[in-house]
């Protein structure tokens, strides 16, 4: 019996010893080597291609199969639901007495029982189109992407398109996905250890030449775990040593995706963990900025650490979110003025998701770090656009608030995104009491008049 299975065993071994042997060369050669240089042999490019022809002939053959059927299609919302000329609260008040009552309009300001249609309707509008809340969930693609978690459409199936169905959830989960773990562990692995290894050396030209060539390779090596496919515009107004690079945030992988094709200095709260040991192991290599929870929310010790570091032209630029949460890479929330007062050079940064291969918008409030990952990696693919737009610096007279929201409206601008003024934190937040103070203000403006108004009656 031992004479038997012996050369069965020792087959299985070979065999497997092979699979390894061929995986890892694979690995090392298409996808590591290349990362080190920063270079590409053009295969996700040519892959990106493939899938929109497959996602294309997959929406035709939904379309055609809804139409036999007699099926009505799921459309996503859009951005003007209620579409109307921008009035004032007076004019429409005014406009609805007008056409409700025969009394002079021009007589004393009072209120009157039709005034409380005005804020009915407001507050339906605001329901029916909520310009806020829409920002923090998935994106609705017209078309299919082979994902039943992007339309809902993705019921009305052929025969066919189910079995490419079938067919893409294997190569995703049962290629893809391993792939993607292996390499994600691996840039994170080398990040660790080499960045502990350059931190052993003394400060000078030599660890921040090292430093910056490790984290290059690592970040490259991370996007490749998440198949991601970048195309940056504007190189030349890349962020420089003693600046603030400022961006819009839809996933916490925007860092890497900046990161692959430049060094930062990371700014965040100190975490523990597997985090914990990453952030440890990158400030020894890295002046990075990290905060004790305590610290946070001390804005004057904030802004210090930030002045400090941008005072030191050798140190390079810092990196930061300023909306403070993600957002479906629909629009652009108000950005928090701290880094904005600092008074250094900002460079914008425009970032903008494909979301037919993969949505990359991470819904914090529905989904933990660990499952957005796998989601991510899940996917077919990230594919986003970059764009560098000119230094800005804060004009004569320009409050920290009036420079943040010019560079807001560049960024948005350029992303072709919708420039919103409402704070992300409404995220979990309610609406402030000033946002209602202020309507409140204008009705009872309206109705008493200010103190010239009454002198001169």
Known sequence: MELFFNPFDNLVCILLGISFTVWFTLLLVFIIVPAIFGVSFGIRRLYMKTLLKIFEWATLRIERGAKEKNHLLYKPYSNAIIAREPTSLEQEIKEIRRSGSNRDLDSAPEFEMSDIFYFARRGVESIMDDEV?????????????????????????????????????????????????????????????????????????????????????????????????????????????????????????????????????????????????????????????WFERSEVKDRHLVAKRLSDHVEDKSKLPILIFPEGTCINNTSVMMFKKGSFEIGATVYPVAIKYDPRFGDAFWNSSKFGMVNYLLRMMSSWAIVCSVWYLPPMSREEGEDAVQFANRVKAAIARQGGLVDLLWDGGLKRGKVKDTFKEEQQKLYSKMLVGTQEDRSRS
Request: contains cysteine; proline residues 3%; charged residues 15%.
């Open 133 to 289: 809340t829409k920002r923090f969930s998935a994106e609705e693609l017209e078309s299919w992407n082979l994902l039943t978690r992007s339309n809902y459409n993705f019921h009305y199936i052929s025969l066919r398109l189910t079995v490419l169905w079938g067919l893409g959830l294997l190569i995703r989960y049962g290629f893809l996905l391993p792939l993607r773990v292996t390499l994600a562990f691996t840039g994170v692995g080398l990040l660790v250890f080499l960045t502990s290894i350059v931190g052993l050396l003394p400060n000078g030209r030599m660890k921040n030449f090292l430093s910056e060539k490790v984290h290059l390779m690592c970040y490259r090596i991370c996007v490749r775990a998440l198949t991601a496919i970048i195309t940056y515009h504007d190189s030349e107004n890349k962020p420089k040593n003693g600046g603030i690079c400022v961006a819009n945030h839809t996933s916490p992988i925007d860092v890497i995706i900046l990161a692959s094709d430049g060094c930062y200095a990371m700014v965040g709260q100190i975490h523990g963990g597997l985090m914990g040991v990453i952030q440890r192991s990158m400030v020894k290599a890295c002046p990075h900025i």
